[in-house]
């Protein structure tokens, strides 16, 4: 064992690595021996009936090098996978940053980016900070998402209501001050007359001041968050939409800062202002940002819905008695016992008794079909008369239909490669 001095083992860090291919005590003692001869490793133990290895390393050590160690004793490191929450990605660019970033982590096996649900779906041996820190390297915000904890969820599900609720506000105050600007500078080419009732009231020059006033509190209130994840994103010389939006409206903005207030700087017959266009393109980009959010709301809340019609739980045959299981705990291969009004559990064939079924739920037809042996059948429809059913699960988790559905939209497969192309 490694000897540590007391102010390292005060910076120790926990590993926990799933082990696949021991046998026998030897096994243990293999992997053992083998992951404490990794320079900064300080305890090690190998559990055989859990097949797991606890690890206490200083933090220099990674997760990549204990599994090659394993690997090189002869066992393996079955991959394993994480879900991450990654906020701040506004566009296609963004998904392909955020996945080169994570592919690029050593350990990472595959990656894929979900801009809808504003998600990262991992496979690898590689721990949650590594992940987080090379997403934050791109310019992103990333937490790990536990699948069993319904806290991180409300957690997510409250940070989304809130951005929603400041696109709103911001969308709103965007509104109130660009509505004056566009109507005093583009009034005159709708209005027959605007233009000579402005130079007869206010003048020319505090027409320019007014829109210059309230185009700055646009841009400096509900525009500033372009300005806050775009000019960032220049800096790391990987440019997205906030930077465009910033770049583009910072360019209108001074070029009417001079016209107004140094016109002399500017050539003859080019003396003209262009707030209008700033505060006209922050305000229509934080309406459509205010229309995805919401329609990504209502999906989210769709999707919630639906899975939450799935059955909890199911009544399987194993050793000869029926004993109730959760549905993660069904396995390809298993017996179910359906009886009537319950709700399928499980995708699978009917291997004893027949019924009438509900399938409106999938195919739309709203007449029960009749379900006899060989019958197939999807999860989460429901009996309608009064015969139980036997059903065998033929496919491996999620073994719902329903459950797939929410499966692939918490992750997505890899990307076609022409949008990896643009992407790039």
């Known amino acids: 064992m490694n000897a540590l001095t007391h102010q390292e083992s005060d910076l120790l860090t926990a590993i926990s690595l799933p082990i696949e291919g021991m046998t026998c005590a030897s096994c243990v003692g293999r992997v053992e021996k083998a992951l404490r001869k990794v320079d900064g490793v300080d305890s090690v133990t190998v559990n055989l009936a859990t097949e797991r290895a606890d690890i206490k390393a200083r933090s220099s050590v990674t997760r990549q090098a204990l599994v090659n160690t394993i690997e090189a004793a002869g066992y393996s490191v079955p991959a394993a996978t994480l879900d991450l929450s990654v906020e701040g990605m506004t566009c296609a660019s963004c998904v392909g940053r955020v996945e080169k970033a994570l592919k690029a982590v050593p350990g990472v096996a595959e990656a894929t980016v979900n801009l809808a649900t504003e998600r990262a779906h991992v496979r690898g041996n590689v721990n949650a900070d590594t992940l987080v820190a090379a997403i934050a390297a791109a310019g992103y915000e990333a937490r790990p998402i536990d699948a069993g904890a319904s806290a991180d969820e409300e957690a997510a599900n409250e940070r989304k209501d809130a951005e929603r609720a400041a696109l709103k506000r911001d969308l709103t105050l965007a509104a109130v001050l660009t509505l004056p600007v566009f109507v005093l500078e583009m009034g005159s080419h709708l209005i027959p007359g605007m233009h000579d009732l402005i130079l007869r009231t206010i003048g020319a020059q505090w027409n320019w001041y007014i829109q210059f006033a309230l185009t700055t509190l646009v841009l400096a209130m509900p525009g500033f968050r372009f ?169 491996a988790a999620p073994p719902c239909s329903l459950r797939s559905f929410a499966w692939s939209n918490k992750r997505k497969g890899p990307s076609c490669p022409s949008r990896r192309w643009w992407t790039k």
């Open 227 to 395: 300005y806050r994840q775009g000019v960032p994103a220049l800096w790391r010389l990987a440019p997205d939409m906030n930077s465009l939006v910033a770049v583009g409206t910072f360019a209108a903005y001074a070029y009417s800062l001079a016209a107004t207030f140094a016109p002399s700087l500017l050539p003859a017959g080019t003396v003209n202002v262009y707030y209008e266009a700033a505060a006209v393109i922050v305000t229509l980009i934080l309406l459509g940002r205010f229309l995805e959010a919401r329609a990504k709301g209502r999906t989210s809340e769709a999707i919630k819905r639906l899975v939450g019609l799935q059955a909890k739980t199911a009544r399987v045959q194993r050793d000869g008695t029926v004993v109730e299981i959760p549905i993660a705990d069904v396995a390809a291969g298993d017996i179910i016992e359906v009886r009537p009004g319950e709700r399928i559990p499980v995708d699978g064939e009917v291997t004893q008794g027949q019924s009438y079924v509900d399938e409106s739920m999938i195919t739309g037809e709203p007449i029960p079909v009749a379900k006899s042996v060989d019958s197939k059948l999807v999860g989460a429809r429901s009996i309608k008369r009064v015969r139980c059913l036997s059903v065998r699960q033929r496919w």
